[in-house]
C-alpha cells in the first residue's frame, strides 16, 4: 500500500545524480593535494587512487554522495564531505553517515553506482522506519 510517499509503515525517499567523468578527469591535480581534497574521505582517494585512471571512479563516488543527499534532504542537511562511500565484502556500495547528523531514527540506504568513460550515475533509497 502506498500513500503520498508512504509505503506499508516506512517512509521512502529516492535520490539521483549524473556527473560527467571529464569534469572530474579535469579536477583530478586538485583533487591529489589542494582544497578540494576534502571532498572525499582517505579511504575513497585510496580506492579511486587504486585505478589507472580515477576520474570515472571520483565522479561515481561524487554522485554516490548527492544521491544520498537529495534522498535524505527531507529530514536533514548534510554537507557532502560527511558522507562515505565504501564497499562491502562482495562489492557493493555501502553508504557511511555519522548516527548523530540523522535525527530520529536512522534510515536503511541502498545505493547502486555505475560509470562508463563518459558518465557516472548513482541512485539512492532511503527507507526510514
Known amino acids: 500500500m502506498r500513500e503520498s510517499g508512504i509505503m506499508m509503515g516506512f517512509d521512502v525517499q529516492v535520490g539521483v545524480d549524473t556527473e560527467s567523468v571529464h569534469r572530474w578527469r579535469k579536477e583530478l591535480e586538485g583533487l591529489a593535494a589542494g582544497p578540494r581534497r576534502g571532498l572525499f574521505t582517505e579511504r575513497e582517494h585510496a580506492y579511486c587512487a587504486s585505478f589507472a585512471d580515477p576520474a570515472p571512479h571520483y565522479a561515481a563516488r561524487w554522485c554516490a554522495k548527492e544521491a544520498v543527499l537529495k534522498a535524505l534532504s527531507s529530514r536533514c542537511v548534510l554537507d557532502p564531505r560527511e558522507i562515505e562511500i565504501e564497499r562491502d565484502a562482495q562489492g557493493a556500495p555501502v553508504v557511511r553517515i555519522p ?12 545505493l547502486s553506482v555505475s560509470h562508463s568513460q563518459e ?4 541512485f539512492a533509497v532511503a527507507i526510514f522506519p
Open 119 to 122: 558518465t557516472a550515475v548513482a
Open 99 to 110: 548516527p548523530d547528523r540523522v535525527p530520529g531514527p536512522q534510515p536503511t540506504i541502498r
